[in-house]
């Protein structure tokens, strides 16, 4: 009985220890980068699991009026401060030009107005934060395939980068400069847009006035904001940290699918 | 007068192993519990980045909640609760505010059972979507073995007069009272077991799955009416931390019944496969 006892002691007392000593050893794991590279593996299935359910053209949901959320919330930076964007934003953004240009035949510039000349697409969809929360709008704007048709693209072109005009953190070098990168199969899709209105009226500050990408399929800090320049790239390994994007660059996936 | 006509009449208490697991449920039990160990622990990391749950397609700040784990700082002295509806219940030390290098901060789940112990939802991420992954494969091969073998006919599947209102009468008596069966009942499980493993296996983990596939934009263009059937991302969301709480009271009855049914001969069957039982018969 007591032998039995002890057993049982040392079984409880061997798990909990177990459990402490795997509580803190992942904080250690979770440093190591062996470790975070056999973690990151799981993104790679991801994008190749769910291209190969989506195929190109899947949409995402499409919601009525009557489901658009009450309040929409504004996150990430709510009012980019550089003296450039403020004078875009009192001038009302009519000296703004979104450039194209990078691996393109014809590098472009549009102004907004050209832009709302262009035939637009409103959609309402969900958008889905990385953090949890969802919230319904209705977006209108132009369709990105139909500038990347316009400007045309060079066979090496494999993705797009968003360049945008908020620093949504400090830093000497520049690089808490907010950007984002999708690949082609996304910038194609149908849902796929630059958005210069929200629920029927021109784009908030808070919500990325003057332009801001829409890509349906995945999640909310691909949602660019502010966007000031349009980049066709082979690779985005040599732009700031090399992840294709801000958030990226602080661990978080390319493929925000999931 | 001999000894032995005597001894032939006489039942001998004996101990018998039986093979109670095979090497795959084995595998995969094990295998199973450590993936639900990170799922569990990083899921809370990613919880806390956002500690409120709501119902329907949409959430956020402000919307209606069914679940808020929160904090308060009137008075310098931060407190924490739990909100569900319109009952907030005081859980400062645990949810909502808690030590951090000694400090009280404000968090939902307290660092000792999030992955990374501090905040930070790109590696919670990271750590439950590879776990995921291993965790699908890992049950696609128990469901395949345990299909193919006959490992859910045959030990999993209720007999029919199991299921009668008195069968399973005694069996919560008995349960309740801390006897568990001996001898030949001792090879196979008890009704609850099969209903209560057969309720994890096919209905808690696949919903665990499939709430959470339901909370990708991605899936969701591909698989629509995952949607609909979970009435939204939000709803699903709510539904997948509550089917993680189920499995959260499911593992910690599961341990206390293995505990108290036999520690040791429990854990050697899910180990090695074998399972004592202690029955009598004439002497061999």
Known sequence: MSRLFTRRRFLIGGTLGASALTLSGCDLLDQNANVANVLRSAEHLTLK????????????????????????RVNGTSAPDSDEYIELAEGNFSAWRLKIDGLVERPREFSLADLKTLPARTQITRHDCVEGWSAIGKWTGVPLASLLQLTGLKPTAHYVVLHCADELEKTLDGSGRYYESIDLVDAFHPQTILAYQMNGQDLSVGHGAPLRLRVERQLGYKQAKYIMRIELVDSFSGLWGGNGGYWEDRGYEWYAGI | MSANASND???????????????????THWLNVFCLSFLLLS????????????????????????????SDDDGGTPSGFVRVARLQIPTTGVLGVSNVDGEPTARAFPSWATVPSFQDLAAGRRWHFFFAWLFVSNGILYLGFSLLSGHFRRDLAPKVHELSPRH??????????????????????NALQKLTYLAVIVLLLPLMVLTGLTMSPGVDAALPSLVDIFGGRQSARTIHFITASALV??????????ILSGTWNNIRSMITGRYAIQEKGPRS
């Open chain 2, 9 to 27: 009449n006489v039942e001998y208490p004996r101990t018998i192993f039986i093979r109670r697991h095979s090497v795959v449920t084995r595998l």
């Open chain 2, 168 to 189: 399973l009468g005694r069996e919560v008596l008995d349960h309740a009272r801390l006897r568990f069966p001996g001898g030949e009942k001792a090879r196979h499980y």
């Open chain 2, 43 to 70: 899921g809370l990391q990613i919880f806390n980045a956002h500690p409120e749950l709501y119902w329907g397609h949409y959430g956020a700040n402000g919307d209606p909640a069914v679940l808020t784990i929160g």
């Open chain 2, 249 to 258: 009271i499911f593992v910690i009855v599961h341990v206390a019944m293995v």
């Open chain 1, 49 to 72: 699991a769910q291209r190969l359910l989506q195929g190109r053209d899947a949409l995402a949901r499409e919601f009525e009026e009557k489901d658009i959320s009450p309040s929409f």
